[in-house]
């Protein structure tokens, strides 16, 4: 009897300190990185809360990608006046980075492009295959990530940031 109570008192102890390392909504904490705004100045992930943060890993050389850009961009229009932030983050290597900023031009890509040809945000987050897709709640944690492409992004996605903008 005195074992069962003990093996019970463990399990209890083990729950609650488990329980403890959850955030809000059971999400995990975006991993903070910075980068250097069109005016030089430098902004940092963590800075921003307050406000819902869709980030898109893509490459220039990524079909997938390609096929995801016009939905972005259409999330970008209908949530920019939402305080909404659409940050596409480049993970095109020093071998055809010099790629990007035409790609960017000939696609029409209005929302903020990032680089990050070293992998250093893309470790961050894990990402091993692109597109990827993480949305970042107002509290800096990461609300839903998606990974490939897919027709229905627009929606997805909007659901999910429709979601967090009423939270």
């Known amino acids: 009897m005195k074992k069962k109570i003990i093996l019970l008192a463990l399990v209890v102890i083990l729950f609650v300190s488990l329980a403890g390392c959850t955030t809000k909504n059971g999400r995990e904490p975006a991993p903070d990185f910075s980068w250097k705004d069109t005016g030089g100045s430098v ?13 898109d890993f893509w490459a220039t050389w990524c079909g997938p990608c390609k096929m995801t850009i016009p939905h972005v961009e259409a999330i970008y ?5 939402k305080g909404v ?3 596409g983050i480049s993970v095109d290597d020093s071998s055809t980075a010099g790629n ?6 000939e696609n029409g890509m209005d929302y903020l492009v990032v680089n990050d040809s070293n992998s250093t945000v893309s470790s961050l987050y894990g990402v091993s295959s692109i597109p990827r897709f993480f949305i970042i709640d107002k509290n800096g944690k990461i609300a839903k990530s998606i990974i490939g492409y897919d027709p229905n992004m627009e929606t997805v996605i909007g659901d999910e ?3 967090l903008l009423n939270e």
């Not at 902004?43 to 869709?54: E, F, Y």
């Not at 229009?77 to 006046?81: A, C, L």
């Not at 990007?100 to 031009?105: D, G, N, R, T």
Request: charged share 30%; proline share 3%.
């Open 43 to 55: 902004v940092k992930l963590s800075n921003l809360k307050d406000r819902v943060v869709l980030i």
């Open 77 to 81: 229009n209908k949530y920019k006046e």
């Open 85 to 87: 932030l659409v940050l």
């Open 100 to 105: 990007v900023p035409s790609f960017i031009k």
């Open 161 to 163: 940031i429709d979601n």
